[in-house]
């Protein structure tokens, strides 16, 4: 097979191929094996190949839906037996995992062949992948910008050309972030559906989840479905899924009313590009027969980030000092961005911590009530078009005084002042709107609708109810005919 003809299907197609006969799952390995020499160098996507193991697997037989479509997992919560996840720091680099993530055994079981891992910062705590361990992943759209983050890595090889879809995970953004940034569709799934197990039954209050990025949407429905197969049996709770599968609910699109909204819900700056994004896109859901009018909920979306901020430095701050108890890890093998937070998470004290979780309960009520009027929310998925590689890199001043402060045990000074909490505002100007799904857990997707006259690629942003996917997926499905994006591919 040709790379032309790889590219132009997706796994779903992939997949029909080698059930076929047509073509086999060596076939394919190699063909994306040859596709990721040819353009890693100029991306750093892919940093832990698993080139022996993905020929070994694709010489034995595969079942499954995607038997013998090659895939790339994301090296952060998504374990491999035997080999390290990095999870983009020093810290873990060499640490073999004992044990298959459970996403990762449901990707080995639907046949899917995994030939490596790829880039995220340090832990998946930017929107951006440019982690210290393993340099800056860049977009293939434009090589001075960013893929997004934290799933940048596995956008970037998506974007490129080098498999169809990828492993993706999202805590505050990390999986629609990059898929915006890179042109591709992207669906972070409700909480509880997909299995955060073996290590834990869910990730930071089940904010965060599994999920993939991918150039259409019947792989992503697909994907779901496998990963969704059956309940874990290590979860907090039983998620309802519905009666068909996604796929099917992919196919049975309806008439939608939604709300739409540009204006950033922290009061920062939007950029035009942004803001034609839904409008244009608000324009194509009515010539498409849905009802669009102007409407967002009434939430604090100030405190909000303030409050997902608090969980987020907590937990990496329990990391970071699990990491170091039990791998003798020291301070120079995390990043001083990781300190920061760090401090930042042990200076708040529980009854903070706690007001803070309380909350969350608050903002799921109050998106309750916009999904009472409206079947789902439209946004931006970014604030402004992909930013710079290294725009985005903390000041060197702060950086000069944090290392100080460090060094007498003050960091944690720096957390709680208005100083830090104009910084932690500063930080999520470029990706306001996609902090809110995760914190009440509903699902969200960002469909690639736009363009900036330079080609680079502007998602925007769908949040759902409970249960919503099917509803999510169905419309992007409508979109993706009305407008279709799989075909275009960056000049690389």
């Known amino acids: 097979m040709e790379y032309a003809e790889y ?11 080698v059930a076929d006969g047509e073509v086999s799952a060596a076939e394919l390995l190699e063909v994306a094996l040859a596709r990721a020499e040819a353009v890693d160098g100029k991306l750093n996507a892919i940093v832990r ?9 694709a010489r034995t037989p595969l079942t499954g839906p995607f038997a013998g479509v090659p895939f790339l997992i994301k090296d952060l919560s998504q374990d491999y037996a035997g080999l390290p996840t990095g999870s983009g720091s020093r810290s873990l680099a060499h640490l073999p995992a004992e044990r298959h993530s459970a996403v990762v055994e449901r990707w080995l079981e639907a046949g899917l062949v995994i030939f490596g891992k790829t880039n995220t910062p340090e832990f998946g705590a ?39 879809m990828a492993g993706a995970n ?27 197990g073996p290590a834990a039954a869910e990730d930071l209050h089940g904010a965060a989840t599994n999920g993939a990025v991918s150039r259409t949407v019947r792989d992503s429905a697909a994907i779901l479905d496998v990963l969704t197969a059956r309940p874990d049996p290590g979860g907090p709770y039983l998620a309802a899924r519905p009666e068909l599968p996604y796929a099917e609910l992919a196919r049975r699109p309806r008439k939608l009313r939604i709300g739409f909204t540009t204006r950033s819900p922290i009061g920062t700056e939007v950029d035009p590009h942004a803001v034609a994004a839904v ?20 939430i604090d979306h100030r405190q909000l980030a303030l409050d997902f901020l608090a969980m987020w430095t ?30 930042a998470g042990r200076s708040l004290p529980a009854p903070r911590y706690f007001a803070a979780h309380q909350r969350w309960n608050t903002y799921s009520r109050q998106l309750a009530a916009f999904h009472d009027r409206y079947d789902l929310l439209l946004t931006p998925t970014l604030a402004r078009p992909p930013v710079r590689l290294g725009e985005l890199d903390t000041p060197a001043p702060v950086r000069t005084l944090a290392r100080g402060l460090m060094k007498v045990g003050l960091l944690g000074t720096l957390a709680g002042t208005k100083a830090w909490e104009r910084a932690v505002i500063a930080n999520l100007a470029a990706t306001p709107y996609t902090q809110l799904a995760n ?10 609708t736009y363009r900036t006259p330079e080609g680079l690629p502007l998602g925007t942003q769908f949040v759902g109810p409970l249960g919503g996917e099917g509803t999510l997926l169905a419309l992007a499905a409508q ?3 009305e407008r279709p994006w799989a075909h275009l591919e960056p000049a690389l």
């Open 479 to 481: 979109i993706e005919a």
């Open 49 to 57: 190949p698993m080139h022996d193991l993905a020929r070994e697997r």
């Open 439 to 448: 914190i009440t857990g509903r699902p969200a997707m960002s469909v690639p």
């Open 314 to 343: 907590t937990q990496l701050a329990q990391t970071v000092d699990e990491i170091r108890r039990t791998t003798g890890a020291g301070p120079g093998d995390f990043e001083l961005d990781t300190h920061l937070l760090a401090a």
């Open 126 to 164: 930017k929107g951006i992948t440019e982690p210290e361990v393993n340099g800056p992943t860049r977009n293939p759209w434009d090589l001075t910008r960013t893929p997004g983050g934290s799933s940048g890595g596995s956008a970037a090889a998506v974007a490129a050309g080098v498999v169809p």
């Open 279 to 298: 409008d244009e896109t608000a324009k194509l859901l009515a010539h498409l027969g849905h009802e669009v009018e102007p409407a967002e909920p009434e």
């Open 7 to 17: 590219r132009a299907r997706d796994a779903v197609g992939l997949a029909a191929l």
């Open 170 to 196: 999202d805590g505050g953004g990390s999986i629609r972030i990059p898929a915006a940034c890179c042109g591709l569709f992207g669906l972070k799934p409700g909480r509880g559906l997909v299995p955060a």
